[in-house]
Structures are given as structure tokens and as C-alpha cells.
């Protein structure tokens, strides 16, 4: 398979150099830049896979290259924000990006959100990366079929309950809040409580869980919300 081409735009050259580092090491081909100007240049040229894009730039915002790039490419786009209010985040999705990332992050955690990325993105050139395994096989999900296997075992999930366990798999790590995680499962429009979510993790622990008790796939992140926690 031909190496995955990813454009980095961030002009702290410390954070820059961190996210290629890493990168690199997942055998991704990196080509950075360190301002909007730049960025746009290089995107005319080049076809990149993904780009990582950074919302507090010197000359073009992150916002406006967003925008900019949006006009003539569906390029998956990750933002990098260091705004940590609500809004930020929404208006950066609302403008194009696929998926954000607030500052301070883990370099393994953006790489994660790189691959469920490029994988939501690229799925049909890539038919092998459709179902997702975790934990060594024991748990495995393919997204398009809907199919979740427990231990080689196919298990039932409800249609909530799946949409609940894919929204947190193909962001591993990210802390999701109840509200955030209605939103990103059910859509706005879900006018259900928000303990209703409570139920539907408890649902799924007790059918992809070893122990549901010590849960190591849906962890409860005490005063936060939730993440997931399969490798
Ligand atoms: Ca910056």
C-alpha cells in the first residue's frame, strides 16, 4: 500500500516537530509548514491524504484555510485547538473539519485520531481496515455491517448501543461528556435525558466487557464523562 501522504500546519516548531516525529514512525510521509501562505501553496501543488491543521496561525488563520481548502477538496481535515470553550470546537466542525483536537494533547492520541480518520475516510480503497480489532482480537467491529465479536463471538447490540460504542472507538482516548456523546452518536436532534446514556454504556459493558465492573473498553472518567480504552 502506497504511504499516506499528511500535511502538518502548525507554526510552533516544537509541537510541529513532535507530531512528524510520530508520524514518521507510523510510516506516514510528512511534509510540514509553519503558516497559512505556505499551507495553501503547498496544498495547490500536492495531493495530500490528510491534513493537520492548526487554528492559531500567524498571516491565514486555521479557520480561513479551512475554508479556503473546504471550496475545492474534501480532504480530511483535523483541527488543533488550544481554544478549550465549546464553541470553538462546534465552529471548527462547522467549517469543514472532520475531527479536532484540543491543545494539550497526546502525540499517540492524535496519531489514533489520524488512522480512524483516514480509515472513515479512505474506506473503500482500503477494504481490509473495515473491521476494527482491539485488545489482541478480542473485540472486533466492523462499522459498515454493523457486526460486533466478542471473543470470535458475534454479540448483539442495539442500533443506540452500536452508534454509542462507534462513536467513542474511532475517537480512542478523547473524554467524551454525556451531552457530547449524544450529540456525536444520535445527532442534535436527540431530545432523550442524559442519563439515557448511562444505560446504554452499562448495556454495552455488560456484552463487550471481560468484567463490567473494571470495565477496559468503555472507562468512566470520574467528574468528565467517558472514553474509550481498547488498543
Ligand atoms: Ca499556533
Not at 491543521?53 to 488550544?82: F, H, Q
Not at 468512566?220 to 481498547?230: E, H, L, R, S, V
Amino acid at each position: 500500500m502506497n504511504k499516506k501522504k499528511i500535511l502538518v500546519v502548525e507554526d510552533e516548531k516544537n509541537i510541529s516537530n513532535v507530531i512528524r516525529a510520530y508520524l514518521i514512525k507510523e510510516g506516514f510521509d510528512v511534509i510540514t509548514a509553519k503558516d497559512g501562505k505556505i499551507a495553501l501553496e503547498l496544498f495547490k501543488d500536492e495531493e495530500f491524504h490528510l491534513i493537520i491543521l492548526d487554528l492559531m496561525l500567524p498571516k491565514i488563520s486555521g479557520e480561513e484555510i479551512c475554508t479556503t481548502i473546504r471550496a475545492t477538496s474534501d480532504v480530511p481535515i483535523i483541527m488543533l485547538t488550544a481554544k478549550v470553550d465549546e464553541d470553538s470546537k462546534i465552529e471548527g466542525l462547522s467549517i469543514g473539519a472532520d475531527d479536532y483536537v484540543t491543545k494539550p494533547f497526546s502525540p499517540r492520541e492524535l496519531v489514533s485520531r489520524v488512522k480512524a480518520l483516514l480509515r472513515r475516510s479512505y474506506r473503500d480503497s482500503s477494504p481490509m481496515a473495515e473491521k476494527l480489532t482491539f485488545n489482541n482480537g478480542d473485540l472486533e467491529v466492523d462499522i459498515d455491517k454493523m457486526i460486533v465479536r466478542k471473543n470470535g463471538k458475534n454479540i448483539y447490540l442495539t442500533s443506540n448501543e452500536f452508534k454509542v460504542l462507534v462513536s467513542l472507538l474511532t475517537r480512542p482516548g478523547q473524554v467524551f461528556s454525556r451531552e457530547q456523546l449524544i450529540e456525536l452518536a444520535f445527532g442534535y436532534d436527540y431530545d432523550g435525558f442524559d442519563r439515557t446514556i448511562d444505560t446504554h454504556i452499562k448495556n454495552i459493558r455488560q456484552k463487550i466487557e471481560n468484567n463490567p465492573k473494571n470495565p477496559s473498553y468503555i472507562l468512566t472518567i470520574y467528574g468528565a464523562g467517558y472514553k474509550f480504552g481498547g488498543v
